[in-house]
């Protein structure tokens, strides 16, 4: 599903342990690293999408995380020219994406990447708040640092109510 101007919708999860680390993802059989991502499909809203990409991605459910915020726009990027597939119809220049903030619940054991039809990712790293807009390929780092940026206070929020209850030893500033 691509939208009049090119853009197909979709949903990027930024999960968090209780240590305020995110959930870094390798493509599958590549050198490159990225929040889990997918698209949403017809009158799927980007909540839905976002909990069935959970699955899919990385095996986890929604009883796994809780979600804690999400962005409010669709934030655009847009694809390289020789990743754009000319010969498709409509032809797809970008992604929209509306970013879920996610808090891990369950233990990490729990990731998996076999639920869905092709392993997107075959491993994860725990990486800090800030290292995703600096490591991702080049092309999407606009969109990663206005998501980060968005999530930033709820994120810090999270972290803070963690700590009140001790389940947090030291957080790093945000």
Same mark, same amino acid.
């Given at each position: 599903?691509? &939208?009049?101007?090119?853009?197909? #919708? @979709?949903?990027?999860?930024?999960?968090? @342990? &209780?240590?305020?680390?995110?959930?870094?993802?390798?493509?599958?059989?590549?050198?490159?690293?990225?929040?889990? /991502?997918?698209? %949403?499909?017809?009158?799927?809203? #980007?909540? @839905?999408?976002?909990?069935?990409?959970?699955?899919?991605? *990385?095996?986890?459910?929604?009883?796994? *995380?809780? %979600?804690?915020?999400?962005?409010?726009?669709?934030?655009?990027?847009? $694809?390289?020219?020789?990743?754009?597939?000319?010969?498709?119809?409509?032809?797809?220049?970008?992604?929209?994406?509306?970013?879920?903030?996610?808090?891990?619940?369950?233990?990490?054991?729990? %990731?998996?990447?076999?639920?869905?039809?092709? #392993?997107?990712?075959?491993?994860?790293?725990?990486?800090?708040?800030?290292?995703?807009?600096?490591?991702? *390929?080049?092309?999407?780092? @606009?969109?990663?640092?206005?998501?980060?940026?968005? $999530?930033? /206070? #709820?994120?810090?929020?999270?972290?803070?109510?963690?700590?009140?209850?001790? /389940? *947090?030893? /030291?957080?790093?500033?945000?």
């Amino acid at each position: 599903m691509i &939208d009049s101007d090119g853009f197909r #919708p @979709n949903v990027g999860l930024i999960i968090f @342990n &209780d240590e305020g680390k995110l959930l870094w993802a390798k493509r599958f059989g590549q050198d490159a690293w990225q929040f889990p /991502q997918g698209g %949403i499909q017809r009158h799927e809203k #980007p909540e @839905n999408a976002a909990l069935r990409e959970l699955r899919e991605e *990385v095996g986890l459910e929604a009883s796994d *995380v809780e %979600i804690i915020a999400s962005t409010g726009k669709w934030l655009r990027y847009r $694809l390289p020219e020789h990743l754009i597939r000319q010969r498709s119809f409509p032809v797809c220049i970008g992604q929209k994406q509306r970013w879920f903030l996610l808090r891990l619940l369950s233990d990490t054991a729990r %990731i998996r990447f076999d639920l869905g039809d092709k #392993p997107e990712f075959d491993d994860i790293r725990w990486i800090d708040y800030w290292d995703a807009a600096e490591q991702v *390929v080049s092309f999407k780092r @606009n969109v990663y640092r206005r998501a980060l940026e968005e $999530l930033r /206070q #709820p994120y810090s929020k999270a972290l803070q109510a963690l700590q009140t209850l001790g /389940q *947090v030893s /030291q957080i790093k500033s945000t």
